[in-house]
Structure formats: C-alpha cells, structure tokens
C-alpha cells in the first residue's frame, strides 16, 4: 500500500531539505507539505521538486483547528512530520504569543486531527515532532544534553516549543499515539532564514555591513549542516521506537565569535578579498535578554541504536554553504527586501 506522509513547515529552512529527502528517497510515498507560507516559508526553496508526481502542496495554517481537521479527513495520512513553528528565539522575545499560538495550539490541532483520524487502528501510523535542544535550557562550561536531561526553557521559543513536546509525549501517554521526537542542536546551510547567526553574517559580509554578535560572543552553540538532520528525522521517522525522543548532533560547538571569525575567513578566501578584511566587519552589540551560554548534544543513542553518523564535517558543511548563498544571491536579495529591512532595523537599532 501507498503511504501518505503530511510534513508541516515544509517550506522553512529545514523542512524544505526533509521534505526534499522523503520525495526522493521514497519515491513510493505520497508526500504532502503543509505549510502557512509565513516570513519564513518560501515555495523557492522547492523548485526541485514542485512537479515531481509524489509530492503536493498544501497552504494551511495549523492553528486553523477546523481546517487542519478538515485536510486530515480528507488526506488521510499515515505519518506526520511536524516542522511548522515560530523558530526564531528574538522574535519572541519580542511577540512571544505567536509561539504560544502556532508553537503549542498548532501542535495539538494536529495531535487531535491524528488522533481522530488514527481512532480505528494506529498500526502503520506515526506522529514525529521535530524539536529542539533549547528545551534542556542552557549548560555551563561542561556537560552535554542526554535524553535524560531535565526540561529547564528560558526563552518564549523554548518554552513554547518544551511545551509541545510534552503535549506530544500526553498524546502517547494518554491515548498511546504512536510517537516519536527528536531534539536537535542548531541547525546551518543553503535555504536558512538570514534572521540567524551564519545566514545574516554571509549577508552582511556580501553587503559589507557590521556583523552583530550579541555580548562577548562566548556564547556556545554546537552546529548541524541541516541534510545531515534530515537524514535523521528520515532515520527516526522509520526505525525509532514508539514514544522515544532523540537527540541529533554532531559533536560539533564553536563558541559565536569563533565561528564567525572561520565564516569571515572563507568568504574573505572565496570573494577575493584579503585576508582579515571581513573581520573588521565584526561589532559587539547588545546581549540578547536570557541568553544561554552553552548549548551542547550527546548525540550517543541515536548514534548507537540506530547507527546514525553526520556526512560532512563543519568545514566542509560552512563551505558548501558559503558557496550556496554565492550561487543564489537572487534568493537572498528576495526574502531581504520588504519586511526583513524592518525587522532588522527594529532588532538591531536598540
Ligand atoms: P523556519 O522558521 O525556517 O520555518 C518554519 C516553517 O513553518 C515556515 O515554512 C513557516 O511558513 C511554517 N509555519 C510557521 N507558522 C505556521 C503555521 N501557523 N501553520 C503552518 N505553517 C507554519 O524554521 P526551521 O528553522 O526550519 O525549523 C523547523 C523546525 O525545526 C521547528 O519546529 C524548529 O523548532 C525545529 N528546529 C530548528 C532548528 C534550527 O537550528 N533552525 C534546530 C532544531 C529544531
Ligand atoms: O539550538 C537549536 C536552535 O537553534 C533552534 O531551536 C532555533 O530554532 C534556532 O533559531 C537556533 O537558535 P539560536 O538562538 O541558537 O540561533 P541564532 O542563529 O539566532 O543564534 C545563534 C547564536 O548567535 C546565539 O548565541 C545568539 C548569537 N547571535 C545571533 C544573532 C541572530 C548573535 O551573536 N548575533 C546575531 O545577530
């Protein structure tokens, strides 16, 4: 039989790669992308694969209850891949009711959809939420985040998105939904939103702007190049255990100024500029409020239950996507007009 998978979000910068891997790896599936088309979402990133026969589009908000209903009734999918979300920990800080909306009411409207349409059997069927390490809260200078971790969220994204999480693990506990989630570590390459670190960095060393890094730039962070993640939300989707979460990392942390001191010398290296000149472009700016210091995954149990390994390795990954950004400054220009310079001006100009 057919399987028909629903991924949601699949326009974003992540869902557009896990949208891309589950077309072309199950070319046997029908693979339907949900997805509200807000800032963030962008129907360029697919045009590779908008006419391939087994994928399909649909425009929906998930805090839309009845529509939600309504596109599962008639859908009727097997599993769900859910991505949609408010991601961007500033914007929060700024408007956290929106995460609270699409973060945690757009989750359950999609938990009570399966639910409903799963009622008879759930044999076959599989609800995956994607989500993040943020939930764990924030590690000093050791330590790394297990499964085990207590949820500890500062910031209106993570607890928006802790929330989620355990509404998803109710599901399970409560009316045994078959479950699965993955908790990642941050996430870099073509496609990403230039409302975070590494993409707004490319832009502005191509626009010769200042490049902000919030407080002393010690902040931790430990980077995934985003298909190595969808790789293993394709891996969790098929072979995690029922009501199991994962982390997904790569052993991988740079501390913020490091990392953009590496980015500033190979865009200095692939534009033809020498050396040391996009580092000047580097200005210390104004903390943002709750910032944690350290993010860090152990990414052993998906690693050894499940022999999952990342394919590139940070430097190659920062090159490929140094290059992808060079090769599509159209997009850039694009999704940097309109709304975005206000956004920036707003967010940088305190
Ligand atoms: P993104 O902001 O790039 O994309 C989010 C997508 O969700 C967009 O296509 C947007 O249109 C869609 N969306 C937003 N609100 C919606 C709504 N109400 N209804 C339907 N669609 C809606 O986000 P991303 O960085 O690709 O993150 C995707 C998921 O992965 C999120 O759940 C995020 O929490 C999680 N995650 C992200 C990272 C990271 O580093 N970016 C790391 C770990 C986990
Ligand atoms: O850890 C996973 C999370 O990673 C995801 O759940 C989020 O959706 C994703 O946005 C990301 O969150 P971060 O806040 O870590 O990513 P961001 O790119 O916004 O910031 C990375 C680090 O860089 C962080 O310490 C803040 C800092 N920073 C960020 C921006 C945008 C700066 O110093 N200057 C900036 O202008």
Not at 42 to 55: A, F, K, T
């Given at each position: 039989?057919?399987?028909?998978?629903?991924?949601?979000?699949?326009?974003?910068?992540?869902?557009?790669h896990?949208?891309?891997?589950?077309?072309?790896?199950?070319?046997?599936?029908?693979?339907i992308n949900?997805?509200?088309?807000?800032?963030?979402?962008n129907?360029?990133?697919?045009?590779?694969?908008?006419?391939?026969?087994?994928?399909?589009?649909?425009?929906?908000?998930?805090?839309?209850?009845?529509?939600?209903?309504?596109?599962?009734?008639?859908?009727?999918?097997?599993?769900?891949?859910?991505?949609?979300a408010?991601?961007?920990?500033?914007?929060?800080?700024?408007?956290?009711?929106?995460?609270?909306?699409?973060?945690?009411?757009?989750?359950?409207?999609?938990?009570?959809?399966?639910?409903?349409?799963?009622?008879?059997?759930?044999?076959?069927?599989?609800?995956?939420?994607?989500?993040?390490?943020?939930?764990?809260?924030?590690?000093?200078?050791?330590?790394?985040?297990?499964?085990?971790?207590?949820?500890?969220?500062?910031?209106?994204?993570?607890?928006?998105?802790?929330?989620?999480?355990?509404?998803?693990?109710?599901?399970?506990?409560?009316?045994?939904?078959?479950?699965?989630?993955?908790?990642?570590?941050?996430?870099?390459?073509?496609?990403h939103?230039?409302?975070?670190?590494?993409?707004?960095?490319?832009?502005?060393?191509?626009?010769?702007?200042?490049?902000?890094?919030?407080?002393?730039?010690?902040?931790?962070?430990?980077?995934?190049?985003?298909?190595?993640?969808?790789?293993?939300?394709?891996?969790?989707?098929?072979?995690g255990?029922?009501?199991?979460?994962?982390?997904?990392?790569?052993?991988?942390?740079?501390?913020?100024?490091?990392?953009?001191?590496?980015?500033?010398?190979?865009?200095?290296?692939?534009?033809?500029?020498?050396?040391?000149?996009?580092?000047?472009?580097?200005?210390?700016?104004?903390?943002?409020?709750?910032?944690?210091?350290?993010?860090?995954?152990d990414?052993?149990?998906?690693?050894?239950?499940?022999?999952?390994?990342?394919?590139?390795?940070?430097?190659?990954?920062?090159?490929?996507?140094?290059?992808?950004?060079?090769?599509?400054?159209?997009?850039?220009?694009?999704?940097?007009?309109?709304?975005?310079?206000?956004?920036?001006?707003?967010?940088?100009?305190?």
């Amino acid at each position: 039989m057919k399987k028909t998978v629903l991924i949601t979000g699949g326009a974003g910068f992540i869902g557009s790669h896990v949208v891309r891997e589950f077309v072309t790896t199950h070319p046997d599936y029908q693979i339907i992308n949900l997805d509200a088309l807000t800032y963030a979402g962008n129907l360029e990133n697919l045009r590779d694969v908008e006419y391939v026969p087994n994928y399909t589009f649909i425009k929906a908000d998930i805090t839309d209850a009845a529509h939600i209903r309504d596109i599962f009734s008639e859908c009727r999918p097997d599993g769900v891949v859910h991505l949609a979300a408010e991601s961007h920990v500033d914007r929060s800080i700024t408007d956290p009711s929106a995460f609270v909306m699409t973060n945690v009411i757009g989750t359950v409207n999609l938990l009570n959809a399966a639910k409903e349409i799963w009622k008879d059997s759930y044999e076959g069927k599989r609800f995956h939420h994607v989500s993040t390490d943020e939930v764990y809260g924030a590690l000093g200078e050791t330590g790394l985040f297990t499964e085990e971790t207590k949820y500890d969220p500062h910031s209106p994204y993570s607890a928006s998105k802790a929330s989620s999480d355990h509404f998803v693990r109710a599901y399970h506990d409560t009316y045994s939904l078959p479950i699965v989630l993955t908790n990642c570590s941050n996430n870099y390459g073509p496609n990403h939103f230039p409302e975070k670190l590494i993409p707004l960095c490319i832009h502005n060393i191509l626009n010769s702007k200042p490049l902000p890094i919030y407080g002393d730039g010690k902040y931790t962070r430990d980077w995934l190049y985003v298909i190595d993640h969808a790789k293993a939300i394709d891996l969790v989707f098929h072979k995690g255990i029922n009501g199991e979460a994962y982390n997904v990392g790569g052993f991988n942390e740079w501390q913020n100024i490091d990392l953009v001191k590496e980015l500033c010398r190979q865009m200095d290296e692939k534009l033809g500029r020498p050396e040391g000149t996009s580092a000047e472009l580097i200005t210390f700016v104004k903390d943002r409020p709750g910032h944690d210091v350290r993010y860090a995954i152990d990414a052993t149990k998906i690693n050894q239950e499940l022999g999952y390994q990342p394919s590139v390795t940070f430097e190659e990954g920062l090159s490929k996507t140094i290059d992808w950004f060079l090769g599509n400054q159209e997009w850039l220009d694009r999704v940097t007009s309109g709304d975005y310079q206000q956004y920036y001006e707003k967010q940088y100009s305190k």
